[in-house]
């Protein structure tokens, strides 16, 4: 049994978190929370009846295994570094850091402490994304070529919480919400080494007074991080990916898209599909049905438990969410952000 605590209770952990080790009541048991608003962490604890709450998390560290970090991104390394060094393994949420430099602190306390750190890129544990790396292990694409990936949301800036302010989340759209299939895209090509990253980023849209936007309101005027990015990346193998990411783009429909194509086939991801030539014609096949579960919170904690106690392999693994880190600062940087 893993004793687990959560730091941060807001709607990442009430809504995904919690409920997903609590359903695994059968590894785990969710012994305390923290917040540094205690009134909230009070009512999260009566509505998922977890016996113990922490003002200050260094105070759970004697009372837990594991935990589960869910602040925002401005606290991921020093409470990952802080639970790590108590002998405490992490699952932190995404993006791993506010910038790799961090993440590469967060993985040094990993090794020195042998202690797992896990990155809640739950993409990766979608049925779909899960498909598409086998397919992609057993050869049925090839050698990837070319990867092909949209984050995109039709006017839908995050009017709650702290996600329009750098300083506490370090950007917008790309760190927030295009990391994900960025993530997704780079594992499913197997993390091949990054050459060249060129980016462009936009917010000229949520600094203009009296936008529509579907996810509540939001201040025009504190609004610093980016609603829109495009970003062109290479890679050691030639390979090359293409991304956009977008909080507030004015298109048709949100659209969430990564294909891949390759020396010997191609996919899509969302919804699963694969082309290809076989007996001397070409195929565009769709899954009827794919094994997995529907909500990815479930795989993605029983990895990180399983890592815990030394019975599987984590998934994501800090490094590969480091690259994303390093990538994204990149992008930042070659848009003269950084
Ligand atoms: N995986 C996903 O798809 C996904 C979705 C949403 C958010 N997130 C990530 O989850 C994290 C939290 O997002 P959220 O939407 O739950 O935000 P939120 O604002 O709803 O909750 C954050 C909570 O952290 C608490 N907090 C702030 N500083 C703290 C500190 N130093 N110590 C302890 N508690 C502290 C706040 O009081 C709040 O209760 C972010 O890193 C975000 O990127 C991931």
């Not at 996810?215 to 991080?225: I, K």
Request: aromatic letters at 8%; a negative charge.
């Amino acid at each position: 049994m893993i004793r687990v605590g959560i730091i941060g209770v807001g709607g990442i952990a009430k809504g995904r978190h919690i409920p997903a080790f609590l359903q695994l009541s059968d590894l785990c048991q969710v012994k305390a929370l923290s917040d540094v608003n205690m009134v909230q962490a009070k009512e999260a604890a009566a509505q998922f009846n977890i016996p113990h709450v922490f003002e200050n998390y260094q105070d759970m560290f004697t009372e837990v295994d594991a935990v589960c970090i869910c602040t925002p991104n401005k606290f991921h390394a020093e409470i990952s570094i802080a639970a790590l060094e108590a002998g405490v393994h992490v699952l932190c949420e995404k993006p791993m850091a506010l910038s790799a430099a961090e993440c590469e602190a967060m993985l040094a306390a990993s090794k020195k402490s042998g202690k797992v750190l896990a990155i809640a890129y739950h993409y990766r544990f979608m049925k779909e994304l899960q498909a598409a790396k086998k397919l992609m292990q057993e050869g049925e694409i090839g050698t990837p070529l070319v990867a092909r990936v949209q984050a995109l949301r039709y006017r839908k800036v995050p009017g709650w919480g702290v996600f329009t302010n750098k300083a506490l989340q370090g950007g917008g759209s790309l760190i927030d919400y295009g990391c994900h299939l960025l993530d997704s895209a780079i594992w499913l090509m197997g993390n091949p080494k990054h050459v060249t990253v060129n980016g462009c980023t936009y917010n000229v849209l949520s600094k203009t007074p009296g936008q529509v936007n579907q996810w509540g309101s939001f201040n025009h005027e504190t609004f610093d991080v980016d609603d829109h990015v495009t970003a062109y990346i290479t890679f050691e193998n030639g390979a090359s990916l293409l991304l956009e990411t977008s909080w507030a783009a004015n298109i048709k429909q949100d659209t969430e898209h990564i294909s891949i194509s390759g020396t010997a086939g191609g996919l899509n991801v969302f919804p699963f599909e694969w082309y290809g030539a076989k007996h001397g014609m070409l195929f565009n096949s769709e899954a009827a049905w794919i094994p997995g579960e529907e909500d990815p919170s479930i795989p993605q904690a029983a990895n990180f438990l399983a890592a815990c106690m030394g019975k599987a392999e984590l998934v994501v693994k800090p490094e590969e969410a480091l690259q994303v880190s390093q990538i994204i600062d990149a992008i930042y940087e070659s848009a003269g952000q950084l």
